[in-house]
Protein backbone atom coordinates (compact mmCIF):
# COMPACT_ATOMS: atom_id res chain seq x y z
CA UNK A 1 0.00 0.00 0.00
CA UNK A 2 1.65 3.27 -0.97
CA UNK A 3 1.51 6.85 0.92
CA UNK A 4 -1.43 8.19 -0.53
CA UNK A 5 -3.72 5.31 -0.28
CA UNK A 6 -2.67 5.40 3.36
CA UNK A 7 -3.48 8.70 3.65
CA UNK A 8 -6.91 8.26 1.99
CA UNK A 9 -7.65 5.31 4.30
CA UNK A 10 -6.79 8.02 7.58
CA UNK A 11 -9.07 10.41 5.73
CA UNK A 12 -11.90 7.90 5.04
CA UNK A 13 -11.77 6.96 8.73
CA UNK A 14 -12.05 10.11 10.08
CA UNK A 15 -14.75 11.36 8.23
CA UNK A 16 -17.10 8.12 9.16
CA UNK A 17 -16.06 9.00 12.73
CA UNK A 18 -17.32 12.42 12.21
CA UNK A 19 -20.82 11.40 10.23
CA UNK A 20 -21.72 8.96 13.20
CA UNK A 21 -20.35 11.45 15.57
CA UNK A 22 -22.74 14.57 13.81
CA UNK A 23 -26.08 12.26 13.24
CA UNK A 24 -25.38 11.93 17.47
CA UNK A 25 -25.39 15.36 18.41
CA UNK A 26 -28.09 16.20 15.64
CA UNK A 27 -30.68 13.88 17.24
CA UNK A 28 -29.89 15.01 20.73
CA UNK A 29 -29.67 18.93 20.06
CA UNK A 30 -33.06 18.67 18.24
CA UNK A 31 -34.94 16.73 21.20
CA UNK A 32 -33.11 19.26 23.51
CA UNK A 33 -34.19 22.41 21.36
CA UNK A 34 -37.90 21.36 20.47
CA UNK A 35 -38.93 20.31 24.52
CA UNK A 36 -36.68 23.13 25.95
CA UNK A 37 -38.04 25.63 23.99
CA UNK A 38 -34.87 27.46 22.40
CA UNK A 39 -34.72 27.57 18.73
CA UNK A 40 -30.58 28.44 19.30
CA UNK A 41 -30.46 24.60 20.09
CA UNK A 42 -32.76 23.72 17.20
CA UNK A 43 -30.86 26.12 14.65
CA UNK A 44 -27.53 23.56 16.43
CA UNK A 45 -29.39 20.91 15.29
CA UNK A 46 -30.07 21.98 11.96
CA UNK A 47 -26.32 22.75 11.24
CA UNK A 48 -25.42 18.91 12.48
CA UNK A 49 -28.12 17.71 10.12
CA UNK A 50 -26.32 19.61 6.96
CA UNK A 51 -23.07 18.49 7.86
CA UNK A 52 -23.80 14.82 8.23
CA UNK A 53 -25.04 15.44 4.14
CA UNK A 54 -21.53 17.53 3.56
CA UNK A 55 -19.77 14.75 4.94
CA UNK A 56 -21.24 12.23 2.76
CA UNK A 57 -19.76 14.26 -0.09
CA UNK A 58 -16.45 14.83 1.45
CA UNK A 59 -16.31 10.73 1.79
CA UNK A 60 -17.46 10.88 -1.96
CA UNK A 61 -14.33 13.53 -2.73
CA UNK A 62 -12.21 11.76 -0.72
CA UNK A 63 -12.74 7.83 -2.50
CA UNK A 64 -13.11 9.30 -5.78
CA UNK A 65 -10.09 11.92 -5.91
CA UNK A 66 -8.04 8.38 -4.91
CA UNK A 67 -8.72 6.64 -7.75
CA UNK A 68 -5.54 6.36 -10.21
CA UNK A 69 -4.64 8.02 -13.13
CA UNK A 70 -6.32 6.48 -16.05
CA UNK A 71 -6.44 7.38 -20.46
CA UNK A 72 -9.36 10.45 -19.77
CA UNK A 73 -7.49 11.47 -16.20
CA UNK A 74 -3.79 11.41 -16.92
CA UNK A 75 -3.31 13.83 -13.79
CA UNK A 76 -5.17 11.46 -11.48
CA UNK A 77 -8.69 12.35 -10.28
CA UNK A 78 -7.50 14.53 -7.19
CA UNK A 79 -9.48 17.84 -8.70
CA UNK A 80 -11.89 16.44 -7.47
CA UNK A 81 -11.48 16.69 -3.76
CA UNK A 82 -11.31 21.04 -3.69
CA UNK A 83 -14.42 20.71 -6.31
CA UNK A 84 -16.39 18.91 -3.35
CA UNK A 85 -15.06 21.31 -0.95
CA UNK A 86 -17.20 24.16 -2.83
CA UNK A 87 -20.63 22.21 -2.68
CA UNK A 88 -19.72 21.77 1.31
CA UNK A 89 -19.39 25.16 1.78
CA UNK A 90 -22.71 25.76 -0.05
CA UNK A 91 -23.71 23.67 2.44
CA UNK A 92 -22.16 25.74 5.24
CA UNK A 93 -23.80 29.08 3.75
CA UNK A 94 -27.48 27.52 3.29
CA UNK A 95 -27.48 26.46 6.62
CA UNK A 96 -26.05 30.31 8.36
CA UNK A 97 -29.08 31.58 5.54
CA UNK A 98 -31.76 29.30 7.34
CA UNK A 99 -30.30 30.03 10.65
CA UNK A 100 -30.25 33.91 10.02
CA UNK A 101 -34.14 33.55 8.63
CA UNK A 102 -35.45 31.58 11.67
CA UNK A 103 -33.60 34.01 14.04
CA UNK A 104 -35.43 36.47 12.65
CA UNK A 105 -38.31 35.43 12.54
CA UNK A 106 -38.59 34.06 16.57
CA UNK A 107 -36.91 37.42 17.63
CA UNK A 108 -39.63 39.28 16.15
CA UNK A 109 -42.24 36.22 17.60
CA UNK A 110 -42.84 36.10 21.57
CA UNK A 111 -42.08 32.75 22.63
CA UNK A 112 -41.30 30.70 26.09
CA UNK A 113 -37.87 31.17 28.04
CA UNK A 114 -35.63 28.06 27.25
CA UNK A 115 -35.48 25.44 29.69
CA UNK A 116 -32.48 25.33 32.41
CA UNK A 117 -31.66 21.81 31.48
CA UNK A 118 -30.49 22.88 27.41
CA UNK A 119 -27.37 24.65 29.33
CA UNK A 120 -26.08 21.20 29.84
CA UNK A 121 -27.24 19.70 26.42
CA UNK A 122 -24.92 22.79 25.53
CA UNK A 123 -21.92 22.11 27.32
CA UNK A 124 -21.47 18.07 26.40
CA UNK A 125 -22.05 19.52 22.75
CA UNK A 126 -19.27 22.20 23.03
CA UNK A 127 -17.31 19.66 24.41
CA UNK A 128 -17.64 17.12 21.85
CA UNK A 129 -17.30 18.98 19.08
CA UNK A 130 -13.90 20.95 20.26
CA UNK A 131 -12.69 17.21 20.31
CA UNK A 132 -14.16 16.78 16.68
CA UNK A 133 -12.27 19.61 15.33
CA UNK A 134 -8.91 19.37 16.94
CA UNK A 135 -9.26 15.59 15.84
CA UNK A 136 -10.13 16.41 12.01
CA UNK A 137 -7.94 19.26 12.23
CA UNK A 138 -4.49 17.11 13.57
CA UNK A 139 -5.92 14.35 10.32
CA UNK A 140 -6.11 17.90 7.94
CA UNK A 141 -2.39 18.88 8.73
CA UNK A 142 -1.39 15.50 8.53
CA UNK A 143 -2.89 14.38 4.88
CA UNK A 144 -3.00 18.03 3.31
CA UNK A 145 -6.99 17.51 2.66
CA UNK A 146 -8.45 20.83 1.76
CA UNK A 147 -12.04 19.05 2.46
CA UNK A 148 -10.92 17.66 5.62
CA UNK A 149 -10.35 21.14 6.73
CA UNK A 150 -14.05 22.09 5.65
CA UNK A 151 -15.26 18.77 7.66
CA UNK A 152 -12.79 19.94 10.48
CA UNK A 153 -14.43 23.49 10.15
CA UNK A 154 -17.53 22.25 9.96
CA UNK A 155 -17.19 21.27 13.65
CA UNK A 156 -15.85 24.42 14.58
CA UNK A 157 -18.55 26.38 13.53
CA UNK A 158 -20.90 23.80 15.28
CA UNK A 159 -19.18 24.60 18.22
CA UNK A 160 -19.86 28.48 17.72
CA UNK A 161 -22.86 28.37 17.73
CA UNK A 162 -23.60 26.04 20.49
CA UNK A 163 -21.38 28.52 22.20
CA UNK A 164 -23.21 31.71 21.28
CA UNK A 165 -26.71 29.28 22.23
CA UNK A 166 -25.11 28.64 25.58
CA UNK A 167 -24.53 32.44 26.09
CA UNK A 168 -27.99 33.62 24.79
CA UNK A 169 -29.50 30.60 26.71
CA UNK A 170 -28.14 31.53 30.10
CA UNK A 171 -28.81 35.77 29.33
CA UNK A 172 -32.47 34.56 28.86
CA UNK A 173 -32.45 32.27 32.09
CA UNK A 174 -30.19 34.93 33.81
CA UNK A 175 -32.66 38.15 33.09
CA UNK A 176 -36.43 36.23 32.87
CA UNK A 177 -38.69 37.55 31.15
CA UNK A 178 -38.50 40.00 28.46
CA UNK A 179 -35.04 38.25 27.57
CA UNK A 180 -36.76 35.61 25.93
CA UNK A 181 -35.02 36.54 22.29
CA UNK A 182 -31.93 36.21 23.69
CA UNK A 183 -30.63 32.79 22.31
CA UNK A 184 -32.62 34.11 19.02
CA UNK A 185 -30.13 36.86 18.95
CA UNK A 186 -27.30 34.50 20.03
CA UNK A 187 -27.98 32.20 16.73
CA UNK A 188 -27.95 35.21 14.86
CA UNK A 189 -24.56 36.08 15.72
CA UNK A 190 -23.18 32.57 15.34
CA UNK A 191 -24.47 32.32 11.54
CA UNK A 192 -22.76 35.37 10.95
CA UNK A 193 -19.32 33.19 12.65
CA UNK A 194 -20.13 30.36 10.43
CA UNK A 195 -20.50 32.72 7.00
CA UNK A 196 -17.24 34.25 7.62
CA UNK A 197 -15.73 30.61 8.42
CA UNK A 198 -17.17 29.35 5.19
CA UNK A 199 -15.00 32.09 3.61
CA UNK A 200 -11.92 30.91 5.22
CA UNK A 201 -12.53 27.15 3.63
CA UNK A 202 -13.16 28.32 0.35
CA UNK A 203 -10.47 30.98 -0.68
CA UNK A 204 -7.90 27.85 -0.28
CA UNK A 205 -9.65 25.37 -1.83
CA UNK A 206 -10.45 28.15 -5.05
CA UNK A 207 -6.35 28.89 -4.59
CA UNK A 208 -5.83 24.94 -5.36
CA UNK A 209 -8.36 24.58 -8.48
CA UNK A 210 -6.84 27.43 -9.99
CA UNK A 211 -2.96 26.18 -8.77
CA UNK A 212 -2.17 29.17 -7.15
CA UNK A 213 1.51 29.18 -5.54
CA UNK A 214 1.04 27.63 -2.03
CA UNK A 215 3.60 25.45 -1.63
CA UNK A 216 6.96 27.41 -0.61
CA UNK A 217 8.01 24.86 1.78
CA UNK A 218 7.19 22.01 -0.29
CA UNK A 219 10.08 23.82 -2.50
CA UNK A 220 12.11 24.33 -0.30
CA UNK A 221 12.42 20.59 0.17
CA UNK A 222 12.42 19.69 -3.07
CA UNK A 223 15.74 22.38 -4.21
CA UNK A 224 17.14 21.27 -0.88
CA UNK A 225 16.82 17.61 -2.11
CA UNK A 226 18.05 17.86 -5.39
CA UNK A 227 20.93 19.55 -4.74
CA UNK A 228 22.15 16.17 -2.92
CA UNK A 229 22.06 14.12 -6.24
CA UNK A 230 24.97 13.41 -7.93
CA UNK A 231 25.21 15.30 -11.37
CA UNK A 232 22.85 18.45 -9.98
CA UNK A 233 24.84 21.65 -9.87
CA UNK A 234 21.73 23.67 -8.42
CA UNK A 235 18.20 24.26 -9.57
CA UNK A 236 15.99 26.85 -10.82
CA UNK A 237 12.14 27.11 -11.59
CA UNK A 238 10.28 24.91 -9.60
CA UNK A 239 6.28 25.02 -9.62
CA UNK A 240 3.92 22.96 -7.22
CA UNK A 241 0.36 22.43 -8.08
CA UNK A 242 -1.83 20.04 -5.80
CA UNK A 243 -4.23 17.28 -6.87
CA UNK A 244 -6.38 15.59 -4.00
CA UNK A 245 -3.80 14.44 -1.68
CA UNK A 246 -0.14 14.63 -3.64
CA UNK A 247 1.37 16.97 -5.84
CA UNK A 248 2.74 17.65 -9.13
CA UNK A 249 6.13 18.81 -10.27
CA UNK A 250 7.72 20.81 -12.43
CA UNK A 251 11.83 21.30 -12.18
CA UNK A 252 14.51 22.86 -13.94
CA UNK A 253 17.61 21.64 -12.88
CA UNK A 254 21.47 22.72 -13.49
CA UNK A 255 23.65 19.60 -14.79
CA UNK A 256 26.98 20.12 -16.39
CA UNK A 257 26.87 21.68 -19.92
CA UNK A 258 29.65 19.32 -21.33
CA UNK A 259 27.40 15.92 -19.91
CA UNK A 260 25.81 13.98 -22.87
CA UNK A 261 22.26 13.76 -23.56
CA UNK A 262 22.61 9.80 -21.87
CA UNK A 263 24.31 11.64 -18.68
CA UNK A 264 21.37 14.02 -18.19
CA UNK A 265 18.88 11.75 -18.76
CA UNK A 266 20.68 9.45 -16.34
CA UNK A 267 20.39 12.56 -13.22
CA UNK A 268 17.14 13.40 -14.61
CA UNK A 269 15.58 9.92 -13.03
CA UNK A 270 17.96 9.82 -10.62
CA UNK A 271 16.66 12.86 -9.48
CA UNK A 272 13.18 11.62 -9.71
CA UNK A 273 13.12 7.96 -7.81
CA UNK A 274 15.03 10.35 -4.80
CA UNK A 275 12.39 12.83 -5.23
CA UNK A 276 9.64 10.81 -4.88
CA UNK A 277 11.60 8.16 -2.26
CA UNK A 278 11.49 10.94 0.45
CA UNK A 279 9.02 13.25 -0.70
CA UNK A 280 6.13 10.44 -1.40
CA UNK A 281 3.43 12.81 -1.44
CA UNK A 282 4.80 13.84 -5.08
CA UNK A 283 2.77 11.91 -7.25
CA UNK A 284 4.72 12.96 -10.48
CA UNK A 285 7.64 15.29 -11.53
CA UNK A 286 8.44 15.96 -15.07
CA UNK A 287 12.14 17.45 -14.85
CA UNK A 288 14.14 19.65 -17.34
CA UNK A 289 17.60 19.78 -18.09
CA UNK A 290 19.58 22.79 -18.03
CA UNK A 291 23.30 23.36 -18.68
CA UNK A 292 25.44 25.28 -16.72
CA UNK A 293 26.50 27.06 -19.49
CA UNK A 294 26.25 26.76 -23.51
CA UNK A 295 28.16 24.97 -25.70
CA UNK A 296 29.22 27.39 -28.83
Request: glycine share 6%; proline share 3%.
Amino acid sequence: MNDTQTKSQKAVKAIYLSIFGNAGLAILKGFAGFFGHSYALIADSIESTTDIFSSLLILFGLKYSSKPPDKNHPYGHGKAEPLITFVVVGFLVASATIIAYNSIQNIRTPHQLPEPYTLIVLALVIFIKEYFYRLMTAKELEIKSASLKADAWHHRSDGITSLAAFVGISVALFFGQGYESADDWAALIASAIILYNSYLIFRPALGEVMDEHLYDDLIIKIKQTAREVAGVIDTEKCYVRKTGLTYHVDLHVIVGGNLTVSEGHYISHTLKDTLQRELPEIANIIIHIEPDKYIE
